[in-house]
């Protein structure tokens, strides 16, 4: 089985941290972009720039490309699809900082989607999170009439979906290479999308081409796509899962931090504290189980 020493484990982390700092921008980019490009053709075009980046540094590696390895790629990049699909609807109705924390809640499900997977039960303290969790959501989501905004709830659906993603992704790297797993889910992540498109008979957005617009499909493709989820599955590799999802977390803050900055998002007291809910869920749900690796 491949070893994690304490220097591959450490410059893993600072790639996640690098992924993390990247999606947080993407939050602001998506959310200036969807006001003028469908969100089926924002996410296909992320997808099908991300492949074909992937195929221009990486192209010799289809060589080692088995049926297996196509199985891999297809499940991911339906977890990813459906999720980034979801992610990017919700971003429209919601600010993108709420969006940002609301879809760190696949951090808490990661324990739970093991239990029913793997049989691994969680721990009292990861029950304790969860319950944390919903509050901090509740309080993120809920409006004055107690009714769950709609941007809200999208949101959750693609925490679910990149839940299940991590978990397979620690599952498949075990013994395929990240980065051709990386490029076959995105091809499929692409063909999943367009196909929808397709089907739809959805119009083409010709605005697409406005250069302010065009760089901000550029950075979604292939800074937030490409390099972010390409540094996240080399280096979750080199990392324990429940480290890698206490990290990959901050992504929520670096949201917060960036549409409040440059977005001018309102920031009330019950965002706030929400927010800390969301944090504190985060870090005990991972607590215990990085405690029991260390000590392994």
Known sequence: MFKKSKNSQFFGSMGLIGATIIWGFSFVVVKDSIASIPVPYLV????????????????????????????QGAVLGLFLCIGQFFQTLG?????????????????????????????KKPGSIQVISAVIAIIGIGLLSLNGNMHIQSG????????????????????????TDPVLLT??????????????IGVTRMPFPTQVFHPELF????????ASTMMGFLLQIVCQKYTNPS?????????????????????HEKFTIKILIGCVCMLIAVLLSELKGTQEEVNV
């Open 44 to 71: 296909a075009f992320r997808y099908i720039l991300a492949s074909a980046g992937m195929l221009l540094l990486f192209s010799f590696k289809l060589k080692e490309l088995t049926f297996k390895v196509i199985k």
């Open 243 to 263: 480290v890698a999802a206490v990290i990959l977390s901050m992504e929520s803050v670096f949201g917060m931090l960036f549409s409040v900055i440059i977005l």
């Open 183 to 196: 490029m076959i889910q995105f091809m499929f992540a692409a063909i999943y999308i367009w196909a929808i």
């Open 91 to 119: 971003c429209k109705y919601t600010t993108a900082g709420k969006n940002a924390f609301i879809t760190t809640a696949y951090v808490i499900l990661v324990p739970f989607l093991c239990w029913i997977m793997e049989k």
């Open 152 to 175: 809200d709830f999208l949101t959750m659906i693609c925490g679910i979906m990149l839940g299940f993603h991590i978990i397979y992704i620690d599952r498949y790297t075990r013994e």
């Open 215 to 222: 760089t901000k499909i550029m950075y979604i493709g292939l």
